[in-house]
């Protein structure tokens, strides 16, 4: 049986902010030290001292061949990870394992020497790895070709702008011979035909049987390519497993009662003496509760109320509203109500698949008794749509519109 490619156990790592925060050399350390002790030989702490723990206590292994997405907040501790996991900066406690080379892309500006041109700094970075001249050179010219900058190869890539340090960065991380590939936000600089090129050479090292753990803010992203993610909250693992349900997790819509149901007891209820709601809710057809809905996703929405009035000709009409208020329908019954007994009653509708946009959403409610406006909840329901990578073919920003259909087309040769 093969051992995991990185074990992590019981990792912590603490930033202490105030004075003394920040000590990279070792005058800096001697100085700090030296000032934190009063005559006599007592240590005492700085009143301005503050601790903070970026990551606290998280355990977990990645097998060989894993592709794992790192997902969270700003200051989750996902770049902190990343960064003890390239060696860049060391753990206050816990212990990390790994099984094979490790090779990373966190940032433009690190792993680069700025003086040193792009041919130096491709066999300078293989150096680092411990590789020779000769295994540098049998993936020289697959590097230079990725990264498009055959032209400024023996320019000091001081003079690179971000984007083509970006994809130099990622050329020599992507092909290089390492087993283990750590990519921070790869995404966040270059443009949609790079972003899509290194996604599919990630595609590619992971179908080599290679381990990557990426992070990003793109779900998109981590969708496409991850099988697993692990969610970080506040230095800690919030949750850890299939990436679909890690990010609904992660969303806050794999909850009902996140917006997606509402129910209502007694007098309380919304309504008047004509009816009264007593239950609301919006879900993805054929799936369990509060499982996520994608834009692949067909959802239905429910409702119940108390119909006070014998032989109302109730006529409901639910308003579907995005982000930014635009409504995207408004849409009633298919044919004309007839009369309904006094009792309770539940309406339920289906919104199909593919037609939606991704992004948040809520839904209104008016309920009419031959033309007239008997009740009218706003945002009686809000919900997300999430995306899905295998409706995106390769596009991974984001879709224009207020509603995305899946339409059917055709190609016709004439010549």
């Not at 996902?78 to 406690?93: A, D, E, F, V, W």
């Not at 936000?185 to 949609?192: F, K, R, S, Y």
Request: hydrophobic share 40%; aromatic share 8%.
């Amino acid at each position: 049986m093969l051992l995991p490619a990185i074990e992590v156990k019981q990792l912590s790592k603490r930033y202490q902010l105030g004075e003394g925060a920040g000590i990279s050399t070792l005058a800096e350390l001697i100085g700090s030290t030296a000032s934190s002790w009063r005559p006599g030989g007592v240590r005492f702490a700085s009143k301005d001292r503050r601790e903070i723990w970026a990551l606290d206590d998280i355990s977990f292994s990645v097998e060989r061949g894993e592709v794992v997405g790192l997902i969270g907040e700003n200051g989750a501790g996902k770049s902190t990870l990343l960064k003890i996991l390239s060696r860049i900066t060391p753990p206050t406690r816990g212990a990390i394992t790994y099984r094979g080379r490790v090779g990373s892309l966190l940032e433009v500006g690190t792993g680069f020497h700025p003086e040193l041109n792009g041919r130096d700094n491709i066999f300078l970075s293989g150096a680092i790895l411990g590789m020779s001249r000769a295994e540098v050179n049998g993936y020289f010219d697959e590097i230079v070709d990725f990264s498009g900058v055959e032209s400024f190869i023996d320019t000091p890539v001081k003079r690179y702008s971000s984007g083509m340090y970006m994809r130099l960065a990622f050329a020599v991380a992507a092909h290089l011979d390492t087993d283990i590939l750590l990519v921070d936000e790869v995404l966040a600089v270059g443009d949609h035909k790079f972003q899509q090129k290194c996604l599919n050479r990630m595609d590619s090292i992971a179908r080599d049987g290679r381990t990557i753990i990426f992070t990003s803010h793109s779900l998109v992203a981590v969708q496409s390519i991850c099988h697993r993610a692990i969610w970080l909250d506040h230095g800690k693992i919030s949750a850890d497993g299939p990436t679909a349900d890690v990010i609904a997790g992660y969303t806050g819509f794999d909850r009902v009662g996140s917006g997606m149901e509402r129910n209502w007891d007694g007098q309380d209820a919304a309504g008047n003496e004509s009816v009264r709601l007593r239950n609301a809710r919006v879900e993805a057809v054929g799936r369990s509760a509060g499982a996520p809905i994608d834009v692949g996703t067909p959802f239905a929405v429910s409702f119940e109320y108390d119909n006070l009035r014998d032989g109302a000709h109730i006529n409901p009409s639910l308003i579907v509203q995005n982000e930014e208020g635009l409504v995207i329908f408004d849409a009633g019954r298919n044919n004309e109500p007839g009369p309904v007994p006094a009792g309770r009653c539940r309406e339920r509708c289906i919104v199909p698949a593919d037609l939606m946009n991704d992004g948040p959403h809520r839904i209104s409610l008016e309920l009419r008794d031959r033309g007239d406006l008997i009740l009218s909840v706003p945002d009686l329901l809000t919900f997300d749509i999430l995306d899905n990578p295998q409706r995106r073919f390769g596009w991974h920003g984001k879709w224009q519109g207020a509603v995305r259909p899946r339409l059917e087309w055709s190609i016709e040769m004439l010549s």
